[in-house]
């Protein structure tokens, strides 16, 4: 079977693509830029997993996100907010129906190569701030996708019920490189330590019990 993994180079997404490649013949990746203030960075560390795992990867831009979207999230917007990932301020830095809009392109993008399945890496953790992250947006567009592809092509969410730190041990057991992922919102070629995904990945470290191999400048 093959499997389209959408690669952000973030830690949730690298260990689904560890996951697809032991459990999959054929597996590519896919990332998308949307003018996110990290997308840059994100996208060095994407290539950098796919050389890992010696799997194909495609970029694909989505300008229009950046150029028509609010969020504080993209390079069009505000300062990204500091503090823990749940608070209220971090609302600001939604991208509106970004995953509906990822998934779909994906869903067209898997057809037209002919995979099987798509997986992505969203998490438990995601569903506080994030409505495209939670169960009852992914059950609908896994029968979409289904429904609206030749291939009834399968989109699989294997952490929607796990939190960052199980993600982790997942990721461990695995053995994969986590030392190549990257997180933080601000871009930096270092995490900043102070955003809410670099509090989030802090804490999903502590709360594993696990040695973080992330750098932060605080």
């Not at 499997?3 to 560890?18: F, I, R, T």
């Not at 749940?86 to 609302?91: G, Q, R, V, Y």
């Not at 002919?114 to 506080?128: E, K, S, T």
Request: glycine fraction near 8%.
């Amino acid at each position: 079977m093959k499997a389209l993994v959408v690669l952000s180079g973030g830690l949730d997404s690298s260990v689904v693509l560890a996951q697809a490649v032991n459990n999959y013949d054929n597996v590519c990746c896919l990332s998308f830029w949307y003018g996110s203030k990290h997308n840059d960075r994100e996208w060095m560390s994407a290539q950098q997993l796919a050389e890992y795992y010696n799997v194909s990867i495609v970029r694909m831009r989505l300008d229009f996100i950046s150029d028509h979207f609010k969020s504080d999230l993209l390079l069009s917007g505000g300062d990204i907010p500091q503090g823990h990932y749940e608070d209220e301020s971090m609302k600001r830095t939604v991208v509106p129906f970004r995953n509906g809009i990822m998934l779909s392109i994906a869903a067209g993008y898997a057809e037209s190569i002919d995979a099987d399945c798509i997986l992505i890496g969203n998490h438990f953790g995601d569903h506080a701030i994030y409505p495209d992250c939670r169960i009852d947006f992914i059950n609908p567009m896994v029968e979409a996708i289904k429904k609206g592809t030749e291939k009834n092509i399968k989109l699989i969410s294997p952490f929607c019920h796990l939190n960052k730190a199980q993600i982790i041990h997942i990721g461990m057991s695995l053995a994969t490189p986590l030392h190549l992922t990257y997180s933080c919102y601000n871009g930096g070629h270092i995490h900043c330590g102070q955003c809410g995904t670099c509090f989030e990945r802090k804490a999903a470290f502590r709360f594993a019990d696990i040695e973080d191999p992330t750098n932060y400048i605080a």
